[in-house]
């Protein structure tokens, strides 16, 4: 790759996170991708969707994809840097600018070899990561028709610029987001036995709720329950009738995900009945568990230190990726670029080493002619 093409990266990069969009506003962010694409005379397929572009390069058969998320989040970034954003309250805190430029790099690349490859490489620039509902949204509009396998990146702000690490079967865990309701009696601060006191039973419940994975699971599964919210009242002397609480369930396990809501339900309600009050839970299921194929984990690990990465089998993390919908439908891997930030994702100090940009599009420029070279030798041993 040239120095000119390096610039081009880091040009890319620095537009998008100037003009960062959230969830399923990414309009702008779509027009930018599809000019830049069109300027490299890459082929876009005509797909129903509201945002994000989806590009193939090559012909015939095997057929894999590639991935890429371009929204960002309702964050105020604080850094100096020249290029911050300029949309106030919404910044690219999670690197996804990173992750469209490096497969903006790889669409350049390959479209310079179209020719050469030994099948199709599909790109997807994702929207709507960050509230779990793009990957969905592609694969209604058939953009994993026919694919073989896919492969996709995060950037990782708490390993070296120019490390890599990803491990097969489950890396990252599912995202489940809950809501309970509950409803007592209000009553005067200075009579709490006139009512029934929400706020006690609430209390009752964020702390039996650390049960479950103390107590109700094994201590060796991953399983993480988080309250993050606690809502009630509104004055100082009065006990309120309701109380909100709202919070996650993480696991890598998913017999022990289909479990949970039921286990949850059965505690606050007998929590709630113990004080006479009333417990409703409002479950909404997310992304499940990242479960990266095996084959295809380890052909990304010996990859990426064929280019000079240093490697890591990751340990399984507790984090979610709308990926794993994909990783549902077919085979793949998915791994962790090193990006070197002070500070981690979803903050407003966020600021990544740039130097990963060009070893990434390197690196996922071969991948894609490896794995086209993989999968048709699979066929002919299978024929």
Request: hydrophobic share 40%.
């Amino acid at each position: 790759m040239t120095d000119l093409s390096h610039q081009q990266l880091v040009r890319w990069r620095r537009e998008l996170h100037q003009h960062p969009e959230l969830s399923d506003q990414e309009f702008a962010t779509t027009e930018r991708l599809t000019r830049w694409l069109q300027e490299l005379n890459v082929k876009l397929l005509p797909l129903e969707l509201k945002t994000g572009v989806v590009a193939e390069i090559g012909h015939g058969e095997p057929l894999i994809a590639l991935r890429a998320d371009i929204d960002a989040l309702p964050i105020d970034e604080q850094t100096d840097q020249a290029w911050r954003s300029q949309q106030p309250g919404v910044m690219h805190a999670c690197g996804h600018d990173l992750h469209s430029s490096v497969m903006l790099g790889v669409a350049q690349q390959l479209q310079r070899i179209e020719s050469q490859l030994p099948g199709r490489v599909r790109i997807l620039f994702q929207p709507a990561e960050e509230i779990f509902t793009g990957a969905k949204q592609l694969l209604a509009a058939g953009a994993l028709k026919d694919v073989q396998a896919i492969f996709g990146l995060h950037n990782a702000p708490d390993l070296p610029t120019g490390t890599l690490r990803t491990r097969g079967g489950a890396y990252y865990a599912n995202v489940d987001r809950f809501q309970i309701n509950i409803t007592g009696k209000g009553a005067h601060a200075a009579r709490p036995h006139e009512g029934i006191d929400s706020i006690v039973i609430g209390s009752h419940i964020v702390t039996a709720l650390q049960t479950l994975p103390s107590r109700v699971f094994s201590s060796l599964e991953s399983v993480v329950v988080s309250v993050t919210r606690f809502t009630a009242g509104n004055s100082w002397n009065v006990l309120p009738q309701t109380v909100e609480l709202e919070g996650t369930v993480r696991t890598h396990n998913a017999a022990i995900r289909a479990q949970i809501p039921q286990k949850i339900s059965a505690l606050i309600n007998g929590i709630a009945a113990g004080f006479g009050a009333q417990a409703e839970l409002v479950w909404q299921e997310g992304p499940p568990s990242l479960v990266n194929t095996p084959e295809w984990a380890d052909f990304a690990l010996d990859l990426a230190a064929e280019h000079g990465y240093q490697t890591q089998v990751g340990t399984p993390q507790m984090g979610g990726e709308d990926f794993a919908f994909y990783l549902q439908q077919l085979p793949g891997a998915f791994v962790s670029i090193g990006s070197a930030s002070e500070f981690g994702l979803h903050h407003a100090g966020f600021d990544p080493d740039e130097a990963m940009l060009e070893p990434a599009v390197h690196y996922f420029t071969e991948l894609a002619q490896r794995a086209l070279l993989t999968l048709r030798q699979q066929q002919a041993l299978a024929s």
